[in-house]
């Protein structure tokens, strides 16, 4: 799963940025296989928040579309954050390196919480066609 | 469930979107609070990750100095040891010789130290005192003293003599009673000194030239055997021989007062501290451009667009004090990479301030930086090496040699000779002092 994130995050950083910087040891060993599963966390909970605690446990009327864009926002925002502090709290140094794999994990974290959403979506009780019907 | 309350106003609405804020706040910090928890178990293992290469530079205590101080006290040397006074200022060799036998006394870096005069082959051995009163000229009879070879040949036949430090200070002049042997001088010298050639040792040889009052027995013997100097000067030769490292560390700790002419002959440090600086740097001069980054013990870097340059570091407190300049470095420090391209940037290697180690950790561990560039690296692994060749006898050997000493001189009877029987007793060409590697692996 490392080497997944390693190269999900390099190549998709790469579009914007080839050269590696000095501390690319410490994102391939460590931050990217750590900022990698916790924005897959986060999007994975606030699926389920969205669909299983606020749309079928509760009956909050949080199902239209706008109130999933908002945690899709809020998804991607979390994205961000969390690659710049836990890069950061783990001494990666400030970089355009790492400006550009906040940008590139804001879009992870977007990708996650779509794919989750479509995946799970339709055992949810209110929001079952939240954002869009189908496809099963 | 009791927090849907369905309140019929077109307030409804809005608190719904409180709720919903407030909803995702508390999710926030949840999410916050998680995502700090492994920030503390994790730290431990990053500097892995920053610190690529680690040859750690106190880990390996080095050997204990041993240090056999031998002294030429024969004739021929006294007029370097008059007797002074308040109103005659010492000799340069009582200074110097005086400055380093006390460090030799009382320096933390030697283990143990013993004295020895040379009257004939077989060395005295004589208590700190004793020594020190013939150097400060307060002992008057000297013995006949000894020809060159034999006398080394005794001090390298002294037990141990191989595996500790020995020093010694004498006039070299070589005057053979059998003149047959002045076709041989470089033979004879590299026979007295045998072990140098069959164990390496190293032979370090500084030069002086100090005022002599007294006696003074030229080579050649003609047309006076000897002459009455009052202060003119001539000179006199300190010689370090001992295992490389240990001559190394001597010379470095101990004679750090040396004077300017130096040779050094199979001098080689132990592998000085060595590594890529990559991270945590503040200074911008520093810090590595193109593509390039540590991994393992090595570096990871894409030279294919853009040439890489980084820093390195450099414990070589152990070199020699002239050797340890910028300037010297720069000159004779190679950097070797088969399969690709790599070298040192002019002006870049320099000495760490005392600032910048202790402000920057990272720098904490060397004394020297200096700037490598890569700019080809066709397969997929390579190994970058730093050496530092050993530099063949120096120039002012020549001009500090002659033929004919018996018009007394700052230059000494076959001195060019003499350390040619030492340099034979080498391979060629002279095995380097120190070489340190760096893997290095093509980013694809």
Redesign the interface.
């Known amino acids: 799963m490392q080497t997944f994130f390693t190269s999900l995050y390099s190549s998709l950083i790469s579009i914007f940025q080839s050269q590696r910087p000095a501390d690319y040891g410490l994102y391939k060993t460590d931050l990217f296989s750590l900022v990698g599963w916790s924005t897959l966390g986060v999007a994975l909970l606030l699926v389920v928040a969205f669909y299983y605690l606020f749309n079928s446990a509760l009956r909050t009327g949080m199902f239209r579309t706008t109130h999933w864009v908002l945690t899709l926002a809020l998804a991607a925002g979390l994205g961000t954050l969390l690659a710049n502090t836990l890069s950061k709290s783990h001494g990666a140094e400030s970089s355009s390196y790492l400006g550009y794999f906040m940008v590139v994990n804001m879009v992870v974290a977007s990708l996650w919480f779509l794919l989750f959403s479509v995946l799970l979506k339709r055992w949810s009780t209110y929001a079952r066609t939240t954002p869009f019907v189908g496809p099963f | ?1 009791p ?2 309350v369905s309140v019929g106003l077109p307030a409804s609405r809005f608190f ?1 979107c409180f ?2 804020a407030g ?2 706040f508390g ?2 910090s949840l ?1 916050s609070s998680c ?2 928890e ?2 503390e178990t ?2 431990a ?6 610190k ?1 290469v680690a040859t750690t530079p106190a880990a390996t205590e080095a050997a204990p100095l041993r240090v056999s101080v031998f002294l030429e006290y024969s004739g021929g040397m006294k007029g370097f040891v008059p007797r002074g006074g308040a109103d005659k200022p010492p000799t340069e060799f009582q200074q110097r010789i005086g400055a380093l036998i006390t460090e030799t006394q009382v320096s933390g870096a030697i283990a143990d130290r013993k004295y020895y005069l040379c009257e004939n082959a077989a060395p005295k051995a004589v208590p700190f005192q004793q020594l020190r009163d013939v150097v400060q000229g307060e002992v008057n009879q000297a013995a006949l003293g000894t020809e060159l070879p034999q006398m080394l040949e005794g001090i390298l036949n002294m037990p141990q003599a191989t595996q500790q430090v020995s020093v010694v200070i004498s006039d070299f002049i070589y005057g053979p009673a059998r003149k047959s042997d002045f076709s041989q001088l470089p033979n004879l010298i590299r026979t007295s000194i045998a072990p140098v050639s069959q164990k390496q040792l190293a032979v370090a040889v500084f030069g002086e030239a100090s005022r002599f009052y007294g006696s003074y027995f030229p080579a050649v013997k003609t047309p006076v055997q000897k002459r009455t100097l009052n202060g003119e000067k001539v000179p006199y030769y300190v010689w370090v021989i001992g295992p490389p490292a240990l001559v190394a560390r001597y010379t470095a700790e101990v004679f750090k007062n040396a004077p300017a002419q130096q040779a050094f002959y199979g001098l080689k440090t132990d592998t000085p501290a060595f590594a890529p600086l ?3 740097l503040t200074e911008p001069k520093m ?2 451009s ?6 393992g013990n090595g570096l ?1 870097m ?1 030279v294919s ?2 040439t890489a340059e ?1 820093t390195v570091g450099l414990n070589l407190k152990e070199l020699p004090a002239a050797w340890q300049k910028p300037e010297f470095l720069a000159q004779h420090v190679r950097v070797r990479l088969p399969n690709g391209q790599a070298s040192l940037l002019p002006n870049s290697v320099r000495l760490l301030t005392d600032d910048e180690q202790s402000g920057q950790p990272v720098l904490a561990p060397f004394t020297h930086v200096m700037r490598l560039r890569v700019s080809k690296l066709a397969a997929p692994t390579a190994t970058l090496s730093l050496v530092l060749p050993a530099p063949e006898t120096p120039e002012w050997v020549a001009a500090w040699s002659t033929t004919n000493d018996n018009t007394p001189a700052p230059r000494t009877f076959g001195l060019d000779q003499i350390l040619a029987g030492v340099r034979q007793s080498y391979p060629t060409p002279l095995p380097p002092v120190f070489t340190v590697q760096l893997p290095l692996k093509n ?1 694809k």
């Open positions: 469930m927090i849907s719904r709720r919903l909803v995702l999710t926030i999410l995502s700090s492994p920030t994790k730290s293992s990053s500097t892995k990750g920053t690529p990559l991270t945590k810090k590595p193109g593509s390039v980054y540590g991994e990871t894409n667009d853009d980084f980013d």
